[in-house]
């Protein structure tokens, strides 16, 4: 399976204006297929070396295309993943036709013997802007080891030369768990060597064979996070994004704060953040994000797989705009635990994914966050009731980034403290 595309910008259309994630997803994820080569451990889609036969077919895949187009400008990206989207023969041609229907569209191919220069210049041809590719280890041992297939670590460093000198756009998945974890500063390394525009940490959501990895404890995320934040403040370089860590934006207002931005951080969203730190702030499963199964289940994204449709028997923007579930994921208020109280859940909001792999309510607390928000008087006894009064509320339109602070991090000294767990 291949992760999750983030690729390449947050609130903002391709036209530069704003998603408002009530009405249009920002990203819309299509598992073309779950057919593939590799067996790879954490794969959410469990995937299978054949096609299944409940895979939509051309016609309806087009259909759904179509769909997901007439939304209007700004439109969603369109990424095609799986699986390997390249086991489906009709790939270019569904790539063309979303192209031509105005949708940007990448594609997370996986690295296999399917994945040639050819295909690469094809896929750039029928219009493709970027790939993502899966690095998981900074040596062929790592990497190989949790995809499964020998050789796949020489495969991706140069399918990544080859695709960026085709003319693509390319981002980098690398998977945080407990193994991963001290290998990250030589993975960012190697991904700058290479020269990829985008480095993507995706934090573990337990599902399909993600269940047998190892997740980080919260108190090493926030030391991860506080790295990233150092990292991103490096002039050259890939971008770094993160996945599956809303909370990553706490720290950042957090940061903020501290360094006198005050609620202003958090309330007024500057118009771009400087390079190395992502936009998309608000956005999360459901939230700006919709999923497209192999067989046309609409979910809120391929890691928070309750079906609140088909594109078979429904339009799956109707879906997303309308179906209790998806409107229930896009109201912080409806939120349980403590994320149901937190200041930050409507920049934040956690990982829906990550809340229902842990206690099987998509609602629920992300198991993932350190942060402790404050119970209020009026709460005591009511923990699970929406938070009130909160000078954040006012940031539930707030899909932008937020700018990093200028200054030198407060928690750099502490960063330096717990680096070498890293390292
Ligand atoms: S408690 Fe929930 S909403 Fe608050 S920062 Fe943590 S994950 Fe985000």
């Not at 067996?39 to 469990?46: F, N, P, T, V, Y």
């Not at 997901?68 to 989207?85: E, Q």
């Not at 790539?95 to 295909?119: E, I, N, Q, W």
């Not at 912080?332 to 990982?351: A, D, I, L, N, T």
Request: proline share 8%; charged share 20%.
């Amino acid at each position: 399976m291949t992760a999750r595309f983030v690729y390449p910008s947050g609130g903002e259309g391709t036209s530069g204006m704003r998603h408002v994630f009530a009405a249009t997803p920002q990203r819309v994820y299509w598992e073309v297929t779950r057919a593939c080569d590799l067996a790879c451990r954490h794969c959410r889609a469990e995937a299978q070396p054949c096609r299944a036969p409940e895979e939509l077919d051309s016609a309806e895949a087009r259909r759904m295309i179509d769909q997901i187009a007439a939304v209007g400008s700004p439109r969603p990206h369109l990424i095609f993943t799986g699986g390997d989207p390249l086991k489906r023969p009709d790939l270019f041609d569904l790539v063309a036709h979303a192209v031509s229907k105005g949708l940007p569209v990448s594609v997370s191919p996986a690295v296999t013997g399917l994945l040639t220069r050819d295909t690469l210049r094809a896929l750039r041809t029928a219009g493709v802007e970027a790939i993502s590719l899966s690095l998981d280890g900074s040596d062929a041992a790592r990497h190989d080891g949790l995809r499964g297939v020998p050789g796949t670590f020489a495969r991706t460093l140069e399918a990544t030369r080859a695709a960026i000198e085709e003319g693509l756009l390319v981002q980098v998945n690398t998977l945080v768990t407990s193994a991963t974890l001290p290998d990250l500063p030589a993975i960012d390394e190697l991904v700058s060597r290479l020269g990829a525009q985008r480095w993507s940490l995706f934090f573990l959501v337990t599902v399909g064979r993600g269940r047998e990895l190892g997740q980080i404890s919260p108190e090493d995320c926030e030391t991860l996070f506080a790295w990233v934040r150092e990292r991103s403040r490096r002039v050259g370089g890939p971008v770094v994004t993160t996945t599956e860590a809303p909370h990553y934006r706490r720290g950042l207002l957090e940061q903020g704060a501290r360094q006198g931005a005050g609620d202003g951080a958090a309330t007024a969203a500057p118009p771009g953040g400087p390079p190395g730190h992502a936009r998309g702030f608000g956005i999360r499963d459901g939230n700006g994000i919709l999923f497209i199964s192999y067989s046309g289940d609409v979910c809120p994204s391929g890691f928070l797989p309750l079906v609140a449709g088909n594109v078979r028997t429904s339009d799956p923007i109707d879906v997303y705009r309308s179906s209790p579930l998806f409107l229930s994921l896009r109201d912080p208020s409806s939120f349980h635990g403590k994320c149901g109280r937190c200041e930050y859940r409507h920049v934040c909001g956690g990982s829906r994914a990550r809340a229902w792999a842990a206690t099987g309510d998509p609602l629920g607390s992300d198991p993932l966050c350190a942060y402790e928000p404050p119970v209020h008087e009026h709460e005591v006894g009511s923990s699970d009731g929406p938070a009130r009064g909160s000078s954040l509320a006012a940031a539930d339109s707030a899909n932008e980034t937020h700018s990093p602070p200028a200054r030198a991090s407060h928690d750099h000294a502490a960063l330096g403290r717990r680096q070498l767990r890293l390292q």
